[in-house]
């Protein structure tokens, strides 16, 4: 098998499946949503005079727009990168296999 061979068979294992991508996503959006929650409910209960259930309120439908909208967007990114392959070189099961050539070739050659 030559290295470009190698090369890609390591980069096969290494592609999220849509399912894990679309997890990410959803993981992702829950923690960036509660960020964006936060953010959106002290300024408008700081900076408005609206009460603090109104400031919840707003919050939460920014929240929730954000939510959908971006969680959408995240997974094409996700999807799009998943088929590029610069960069998955870099893999620690590429380096495992050199180290082992490596350790290999020392024995063998002394």
């Given at each position: 098998?030559?290295k470009?061979?190698e090369?890609?068979?390591?980069?096969?294992?290494?592609?999220?499946?849509?399912?894990?991508?679309?997890?990410?996503?959803?993981?992702?959006?829950?923690?960036?949503?509660?960020?964006?929650?936060?953010?959106?409910?002290?300024?408008?209960?700081?900076?408005?005079?609206?009460?603090?259930?109104?400031?919840?309120?707003n919050?939460?439908l920014?929240?929730?727009?954000?939510?959908?909208?971006?969680?959408?967007?995240?997974y094409?990114?996700?999807?799009?990168?998943?088929?590029?392959?610069?960069?998955?070189?870099?893999?620690?099961?590429?380096?495992?296999?050199?180290?082992?050539?490596?350790?290999?070739?020392?024995?063998?050659?002394d």
């Amino acid at each position: 098998m030559n290295k470009d061979k190698e090369i890609s068979v390591t980069l096969g294992k290494e592609k999220d499946s849509p399912a894990r991508s679309m997890l990410k996503a959803f993981t992702w959006r829950i923690m960036a949503a509660g960020a964006t929650f936060l953010i959106s409910f002290v300024v408008f209960a700081r900076y408005t005079e609206k009460t603090i259930d109104e400031s919840m309120e707003n919050a939460g439908l920014i929240a929730g727009i954000e939510f959908i909208g971006k969680i959408f967007l995240y997974y094409i990114h996700e999807r799009l990168w998943t088929n590029i392959r610069w960069g998955k070189y870099w893999s620690k099961e590429y380096w495992r296999q050199r180290a082992w050539r490596k350790l290999y070739k020392k024995k063998h050659n002394d």
